[in-house]
T-cell receptor, first 114, second 113 residues
Framework: DAGITQSPRHKVTETGTPVTLRCHQT?????MYWYRQDPGHGLRLIHY???????DKGEVSDGYSVSRSKTEDFLLTLESATSSQTSVYFC?????????????FGEGSWLTVV | QKEVEQDPGPLSVPEGAIVSLNCTYS??????FMWYRQYSRKGPELLMY????GNKEDGRFTAQVDKSSKYISLFIRDSQPSDSATYLC?????????????FGQGTRLTINP
């Protein structure tokens, strides 16, 4: 357990509404990530953060924004949700080990856009 | 063509069998290779982590990396029903800074008692 909590765990929302997913970590990790997981695509990186107020885009960032105002919280926002954003969203952190940084994932947030 | 290719299966084997899971990749810059196990409706769990070419063993699990062929494998010996899960390979080019992993699409494995 890497001390990651995602909320909400399940959400159904309507097309066009804003949605914010929250990732909270308790172990002061510098790097945090948001991935989405879809059938046939595996996990794909949306955005990541390398410190407070320091974020960058991943592979599939269109339609998403992020914010990190505190070390422990990394927020993912869908400004205007679309059906193509129905997915499972995973937050992750990097933990430094003897062989380098390894990534640990949270339990996921299931989002359905109707 | 995807950067990382993984046969999605599904793969079904009897208990006690040796399981071989594989991924191929196209980016020669990848140096760090991981295998994750994911149970249904759970987050991926790091199983094995290897650097460059070679083998790494942990209990019933062995990870192999062949960089010359751009091919990685995960072997599970004496497979158990509790090994039934989706297995994802992942890789990245560096260990410093942000680790931007590239994943295969996962292989769904079922071990039949």
């Amino acid at each position: 357990d890497a001390g990651i909590t995602q909320s909400p765990r399940h959400k159904v929302t309507e097309t066009g509404t804003p949605v914010t997913l929250r990732c909270h970590q308790t172990e002061n990790h510098r790097y945090m990530y948001w991935y989405r997981q879809d059938p046939g695509h595996g996990l794909r990186l949306i955005h990541y953060s390398y410190g407070v107020k320091d974020t960058d885009k991943g592979e599939v960032s269109d339609g998403y924004s992020v914010s990190r105002s505190k070390t422990e919280d990394f927020l993912l926002t869908l400004e205007s949700a679309t059906s193509s954003q129905t997915s499972v969203y995973f937050c992750a952190i990097s933990e430094r080990g003897s062989s380098g940084n390894t990534i640990y994932f949270g339990e996921g947030s299931w989002l359905t856009v109707v | 063509q995807k950067e990382v290719e993984q046969d999605p299966g599904p793969l079904s084997v009897p208990e006690g069998a040796i399981v071989s899971l594989n991924c191929t990749y196209s980016n020669s810059a990848f140096q760090y290779f991981m295998w994750y196990r994911q149970y249904s409706r759970k987050g991926p769990e790091l199983l094995m982590y290897t650097y460059s070419s070679g083998n790494k063993e942990d209990g019933r699990f062995t990870a192999q990396v062949d960089k010359s062929s751009k091919y990685i494998s995960l072997f599970i010996r004496d497979s158990q029903p509790s090994d039934s899960a989706t297995y994802l390979c992942a890789m990245s080019g560096g260990i410093q800074g942000a680790q931007k992993l590239v994943f295969g699409q996962g292989t769904r494995l079922t071990i039949n008692p």
